[in-house]
């Protein structure tokens, strides 16, 4: 039986794959879509935040005291950070090998950051940015 | 004053304890994880939800902001404790409790105050969202209070904290923006802001 602070970490994960999905479909991120459509990526991505909720609260009684095994505020902070980044290394995996015909296609500015994101894949834009200051570096 | 709070508590926890889903839901709703980590998947959201540059600079200096206000909420309602405690309701009256015992200060409520905080983040983000952010802030103090963990002034005092905690955070960005210019600039270079 897994404690509460890695049921926590898995319901932070789930729900956080969701949230940057809805949050990438309002963006416009396409190199961060799991699905090409943003309707379709804004559902599923609502689904996912209600599947971690579901899976978290359905599963077991989860109003523990932090003296009686449950997690308290810092801890709860930890997880949660902890939870969004393999939700963000996740998504940009996932996406980054689905949408190979998005990789070559556009001019990286590295001004923008994530807004690179709406034309290429998160491993295409971090490959040219350290390929960039590599060349910017030895000049 | 506080005859008011203690009646007023116990006339709405008069309602625990009458229906098995009733209960059930707000003890889900209720707990330490749900809003908490509901408002800051918002605010997640709203770090890649912006369309333009702008309004996504825009957008992540809130989320400093509301992570910031948290802090300083957090720290407020330590304070407070440090100086003043207050008991629980179910120390002093006979409780419907759906929740587990907290051995800390009723007064303030810092869950309240955490979500608040997190709330106003996103309404100075985004108005529409941030009022639903409110919503649900005022739903979990409700909440909290039918379940028999505060009475309602606790409650108040939370949302005042986690407000004020929020207008603080926010003269503090103003103030670090330099810095929080230079960390997004890094994020950029990662990809990442």
Same mark, same amino acid.
């Given at each position: 039986?897994?404690?509460?602070?890695?049921?926590?970490?898995?319901?932070?994960?789930?729900?956080?794959?969701?949230?940057?999905?809805?949050?990438?479909?309002?963006?416009?991120?396409?190199?961060?879509?799991?699905?090409?459509?943003?309707?379709?990526?804004?559902?599923?991505?609502?689904?996912?935040?209600?599947?971690?909720?579901?899976?978290?609260?359905?599963?077991?009684?989860?109003?523990? @005291?932090?003296?009686?095994?449950?997690?308290?505020? @810092?801890?709860?902070?930890?997880?949660?950070?902890?939870?969004?980044?393999?939700?963000?290394?996740?998504?940009?995996?996932?996406?980054?090998?689905?949408?190979?015909?998005?990789?070559?296609?556009?001019?990286?500015?590295?001004?923008?950051?994530?807004? @690179?994101?709406?034309?290429?894949?998160?491993?295409?834009?971090?490959? @040219?940015?350290?390929?960039?200051?590599?060349?910017?570096?030895?000049? | 004053?506080?005859?008011?709070?203690?009646?007023?508590?116990?006339?709405?926890?008069?309602?625990? $304890?009458?229906?098995?889903?009733?209960?059930?839901?707000?003890?889900?709703?209720?707990? /330490?994880?749900?809003?908490?980590?509901?408002?800051?998947?918002?605010?997640?959201?709203?770090?890649?939800?912006?369309?333009?540059?702008?309004?996504?600079?825009?957008?992540?200096?809130?989320?400093?902001?509301?992570?910031?206000?948290?802090?300083?909420?957090?720290?407020?309602?330590?304070?407070?404790?440090?100086?003043?405690?207050?008991?629980?309701?179910?120390?002093?009256?006979?409780? +419907?409790?759906?929740?587990?015992?907290?051995?800390?200060?009723?007064?303030?409520?810092?869950?309240?105050?955490?979500?608040?905080?997190?709330?106003?983040?996103?309404?100075?983000?985004?108005?529409?969202?941030?009022?639903?952010?409110?919503?649900?802030?005022?739903?979990?103090?409700?909440?909290?209070?039918?379940?028999?963990?505060?009475?309602?002034?606790?409650?108040? $005092?939370?949302?005042?904290?986690?407000?004020?905690? +929020?207008?603080?955070?926010?003269?503090?960005?103003?103030?670090? /923006?330099?810095?929080?210019?230079?960390?997004?600039?890094?994020?950029?270079?990662?990809?990442?802001?």
């Amino acid at each position: 039986m897994l404690p509460l602070a890695a049921d926590y970490f898995i319901f932070v994960f789930i729900s956080a794959i969701g949230a940057i999905q809805v949050g990438a479909s309002y963006g416009k991120l396409k190199g961060i879509f799991f699905f090409p459509s943003i309707i379709i990526s804004r559902l599923v991505g609502g689904l996912s935040v209600l599947i971690g909720i579901v899976w978290f609260y359905a599963t077991k009684h989860r109003n523990i @005291n932090d003296t009686e095994g449950g997690i308290d505020a @810092n801890d709860q902070a930890l997880w949660f950070f902890l939870g969004v980044t393999a939700a963000l290394i996740f998504t940009f995996v996932i996406t980054s090998i689905s949408h190979k015909k998005l990789s070559g296609k556009s001019q990286i500015n590295f001004e923008l950051g994530i807004q @690179n994101l709406k034309h290429s894949t998160y491993f295409f834009a971090i490959k @040219n940015n350290i390929i960039f200051r590599t060349k910017k570096w030895w000049k | 004053m506080v005859e008011i709070d203690q009646k007023l508590f116990i006339w709405i926890n008069s309602f625990a $304890g009458k229906s098995s889903i009733v209960d059930n839901l707000a003890s889900i709703l209720c707990s /330490d994880h749900f809003f908490p980590v509901l408002l800051s998947l918002l605010l997640l959201g709203l770090w890649f939800g912006a369309d333009t540059l702008k309004n996504r600079l825009r957008s992540q200096k809130c989320v400093f902001m509301a992570f910031l206000g948290l802090a300083i909420a957090n720290l407020n309602v330590a304070l407070i404790n440090f100086i003043f405690f207050r008991d629980r309701p179910f120390n002093n009256h006979e409780v +419907t409790l759906l929740f587990y015992e907290p051995t800390d200060s009723s007064f303030p409520s810092n869950a309240i105050a955490a979500t608040t905080a997190l709330a106003c983040g996103v309404w100075i983000a985004n108005k529409r969202l941030g009022s639903i952010s409110f919503i649900a802030v005022l739903i979990f103090g409700f909440i909290r209070v039918f379940s028999g963990i505060h009475y309602p002034i606790d409650i108040l $005092g939370g949302l005042m904290i986690g407000i004020l905690s +929020t207008l603080v955070a926010r003269y503090i960005i103003k103030l670090l /923006d330099p810095i929080i210019m230079k960390i997004i600039k890094v994020g950029r270079i990662l990809i990442l802001a």
